[in-house]
């Protein structure tokens, strides 16, 4: 069973940096499809960004140009480097494994940004 552990999460001020990261344990990761999703409260989840095995990226328009995803296969991590942190970036970061129709969560890790 997959397992994900996701970290880095905190209060900052607007225009600061965070970096996430996400452990993955109980899978072959080079095949996962990692992604990070947030949710804000009183709001649905929505996608961040997403990274396939070999390196190629997708980003939300709300955060392209400010946050960058990254994996390690090695150490069997994902990350979301985030700069230029707005108030409106203020969710719960939820870590996302995906292969085939399978599909596994964190439970997340908060991030507070004030203006």
């Known amino acids: 069973q997959v397992q994900l552990v996701e970290s880095g999460g905190g209060l900052v001020q607007a225009g600061g940096s965070l970096r996430l990261s996400c452990a993955v344990s109980?899978?072959?990761?080079?095949?996962?499809?990692m992604g990070w999703y947030r949710q804000a409260p009183g709001k649905q989840r929505e996608f961040v960004a997403a990274v396939t095995g070999s390196g190629s990226t997708n980003y939300a328009e709300s955060v392209k140009g400010r946050f960058t995803i990254s994996r390690d296969n090695a150490k069997n991590t994902v990350y979301l480097q985030m700069n230029s942190l707005k108030p409106e970036d203020t969710a719960v970061y939820y870590c996302?494994?995906?292969?085939?129709?399978?599909?596994?969560w964190g439970k997340g890790t908060l991030v507070t940004v004030s203006s």
């Open positions: 996302n494994a995906a292969v085939s129709t399978s599909a596994s």
């Open positions: 109980g899978g072959i990761f080079r095949i996962y499809l």
